[in-house]
């Protein structure tokens, strides 16, 4: 199930391709001809541009490998690997690549801003705007072919676990971008992740940390089907490598936007330059610039620094449970029981096999399935699963709830919460950890000392975190008087902010 704003912003995160009965047979048909031969074909080019990737910077000392190449090893192997790689997407279907506007000097524009990013496909982009610069995951250059094409591009590369690298790569960004025309363009998604199209995500501020201007580039793919999209559930990369080389052609239009120069507010707030640039992308898509990110293994979306689920554990947990032919009611006496369990001292920590017998349930799949949206093991935090789903369900008053947490939560047991502390409470209120809850605690210490009432007044009276009850957990459980905030009885998901759209039963890639 999927997260709503009022306004009805789309899931940006799922992509299934819609064929009709004659488009099936249609794809089936010209795919077993055309699939084998274009992948063939591309993979043929894929193969020569690797050893001519690695003679550009052959004979180089690591030292001049820093700086940016010149010469006649920048002009050869320059044009024949554009070469090469225009053949590749050529060989994919991709034989026209149309061009609106114009694209921007080095000197005018030292970043390219491009989104919406929709898949491994987008990198055709690079043919157009002439194999800029780019940046990528450290892991990509061990890769065969990728290897040598990233040491080719002169990337900067990212450990993203890294927390030395990931200041190491905001150095080397910042020192290219601003090097007067040293270093060519840098090519960039802002949003970070591919999506389906139908919304902008947050961007990343990376390109905009250095206050220089950039160029947006929009990704336009007009054909239909849409076969191009690869997103966090729905077509696979197979799938969309396959359903792409099956047309006869596929359309792309890169579009670049007139140069976007910064104020001096926006050079001093990259997260204010990069917002300012996404509403204006978004604006010439048609489509709704959203504070949606992926963060870790989750699609989120931004409530200040929280990170709120936009596909809740505890949602999936409740369709799961009822699906099982757990009542509401048998819900609620077992969350309540799992409540007293973790109030008698007993580990928090179950594995799938305990969860089975606590949920009382017939087979064992189901409780690995509610410990895998919790965590990557096979067992799972008590206190998140059924203080998450009692949120989302109602079972409990706001007041209990907090109190309950509270109590779990403060290490200490001296009545306080430490930053640490908070940062376990809203991870198990909302099902995903929160990474940054630096915010919400000053927040919470400008009330006075971090006690439990403190924290009842934060999320009843705060304008951004009493959302988190009020327009994320439930809309009106609570305030139309029914115990169980279900109406009637029913799990009546049009109550909610979340809708049937983008289920969770598809499987994930």
């Known amino acids: 199930m999927m997260l709503k704003d009022k306004g009805q912003t789309p899931h940006p995160f799922v992509h299934e391709v819609d064929l009709t009965a004659a488009q099936r047979a249609q794809g089936l048909i010209l795919g ?3 699939f084998p031969v274009r992948v063939t074909l591309a993979t043929l080019f894929f193969l020569l541009m690797w050893p001519i990737a690695r003679l550009r910077l052959a004979g180089l000392s690591e030292a001049e490998r820093a700086e940016p190449v010149q010469g006649w090893r920048r002009g050869l192997f320059h044009h024949i690997i554009l070469f090469l790689s225009r053949a590749v997407f050529f060989s994919v279907g991709f034989l026209w690549i149309k061009v609106r506007g114009r694209q921007a000097g080095l000197r005018e524009a030292p970043v390219l801003a491009v989104a919406p990013h929709s898949g491994f496909l987008d990198m055709l982009v690079l043919c157009a705007t ?3 610069t780019v940046v990528s995951r450290s892991e990509n250059s061990k890769l065969p072919v990728v290897g040598a094409l990233l040491e080719f591009n002169q990337a900067v590369l990212v450990n993203r676990k890294d927390p030395e690298s990931r200041k190491k790569c905001v150095s080397q960004i910042r020192e290219r971008v601003t090097s007067d025309g040293r270093w060519p363009q ?3 998604f802002p949003e970070g992740t591919t999506t389906n199209g139908r919304a902008l995500l947050k961007f990343k501020p990376g390109a905009f940390l250095a206050g220089v201007p950039v160029q947006p580039v929009l990704l336009h793919y007009p054909s239909e089907p849409d076969t191009v999209r690869w997103t966090w559930k729905g077509l696979s990369w197979l799938g969309a490598l396959w359903h792409t080389t099956s047309q006869i052609y596929t359309s792309v239009t890169v579009e670049f936007l007139p140069v976007y120069t910064p104020s001096q507010e926006e050079k001093e707030n990259p997260d204010l330059y990069a917002e300012n640039v996404q509403k ?5 898509l048609g489509v709704p610039a959203t504070d949606y990110v992926m963060e870790g ?5 931004k409530l200040g620094k929280l990170s709120l689920p936009l596909e809740p554990p505890a949602q999936e947990t409740l369709k799961l449970l009822h699906k099982h032919g757990l009542t509401n009611a048998r819900v609620e006496t077992v969350m309540n029981d799992m409540i007293d369990s973790c109030h008698s001292g007993q580990s928090a920590m179950v594995t799938a096999d305990h969860l089975t017998s606590i949920l009382g ?5 189901t409780a690995v399935k509610i410990c895998s949206l919790y965590s990557k093991d096979d067992a799972v935090d008590m206190r998140q699963v059924c203080l998450s789903v009692s949120a989302v369900s109602g079972f409990r008053s706001l007041e209990s709830l907090i109190h309950t947490a509270f109590t779990w939560f403060d290490a200490d047991q001296d009545g ?5 502390d908070l940062s376990g409470l809203m991870g198990a209120l909302v099902g995903i950890p929160q990474y940054d809850i630096g915010e919400m605690f000053s927040a919470l210490t400008t009330r006075g000392r971090p006690t439990e009432a403190s924290l009842q007044d934060l999320l009843m009276t705060h304008p951004v975190y009493r959302k988190v009850f009020t327009e994320y957990l439930r809309s009106s459980g609570l305030a139309d008087g029914n115990h169980n905030g279900i109406p009637n009885g029913k799990l009546n998901c049009n109550n909610w ?13």
């Open 297 to 301: 293994r989750f699609p989120v979306k």
């Open 497 to 509: 902010i979340y809708n049937g759209y983008g289920s969770t039963n598809r499987k994930s890639d």
């Open 130 to 132: 002439g194999l800029p």
């Open 186 to 188: 840098m090519l960039m």
């Open 416 to 420: 306080f919460l430490s930053a640490d």
């Open 361 to 365: 349930l017939k087979d064992r799949k």
């Open 32 to 34: 077993v001809v055309l």
């Open 280 to 284: 204006l992308m978004a604006k010439a």
